[in-house]
């Protein structure tokens, strides 16, 4: 298994500009999770899906920030418009559920300038 | 609202030396994770510990749970330097009944010095 993917590695935007954020889980696991990762705040949780569906989007700063899972195989964060304070690194995680814990992609360095 | 606090956030250590990583969470938990993150890579799972009384070991790296405490401990034996690394811990509340999610806390930032 590749494991989870994410797309682009890096990411480097002028501030007002649409910003998407892909993630492929790995096969067969039912959560997906978007966290977000700055010095300042640490590991935040922005917004998890079960089987596709959002539970927990509370995490989300604001209404720029938008995710969807329109498949098992794949979820997109999208924040429009972006802004300098959006850059972090954003980390997709999936698991199988139960007493399995995460497995990370290898994120995406956002930078907005 | 749960809370995990690790202590210490920064740690400085020789290579040969003992010391160990806290991590003390506000809820009732029934499991806890470590990660380890290298400096611009993604979280790699280490151990994850399921009842109090747990203890799990690989290599220099020994961690413990207990629950009744609220603490989990991972242990650093005879150091060196390739441990140089953010650990996390992540635990799940016992009233999560559906999903997977996990709170992190800060990170405890290891160097180790020849």
């Known amino acids: 298994d590749a494991g989870v993917i994410q797309s682009p590695r890096h990411e480097v935007t002028e501030m007002g500009q649409e910003v998407t954020l892909r993630c492929k889980p790995i096969?067969?696991?039912?959560?997906l999770f978007w966290y977000r990762q700055t010095m300042m705040r640490g590991l935040e949780l922005l917004i998890y899906?079960?089987?596709?569906?959002?539970?927990?989007d509370s995490g989300m700063p604001e209404d720029r920030f938008s995710a969807k899972m329109p498949n098992a195989s794949f979820s997109t964060l999208k924040i429009q418009p972006s802004e300098p304070r959006d850059s972090a690194v954003y980390f997709c995680?999936?698991?199988?559920?139960?007493?399995?814990?995460?497995?990370f992609g290898s994120g995406t360095r956002l930078t907005v300038v | 609202e749960l809370k995990v606090e690790q202590n210490p956030l920064f740690l400085s250590m020789q290579e040969g030396k003992n010391y160990t990583i806290y991590c003390n969470y506000s809820?009732?938990?029934?499991?806890l994770y470590w990660y380890r993150q290298d400096p611009g890579k993604s979280l790699e799972s280490l151990f994850v510990?399921?009842?109090?009384?747990a203890v799990k070991q690989e290599g220099r790296l020994m961690a413990s749970l207990d629950t009744k405490a609220r603490l989990s401990t991972l242990h650093i034996t005879a150091a060196v330097h390739d441990l140089s690394a953010t650990y996390f811990c992540?635990?799940?509340?016992?009233?999560?009944?559906?999903?997977?999610?996990?709170?992190f806390g800060e990170g405890t930032q290891l160097t180790v010095n020849p």
């Open positions: 995680a999936s698991s199988p559920g139960g007493y399995y814990g995460y497995t």
């Open positions: 992540a635990v799940h509340p016992w009233e999560e009944t559906s999903g997977s999610r996990l709170t």
């Open positions: 096969s067969g696991h039912d959560y």
């Open positions: 899906f079960n089987n596709n569906v959002p539970i927990d």
């Open positions: 510990l399921l009842s109090n009384g």
């Open positions: 809820t009732t938990s029934d499991r």
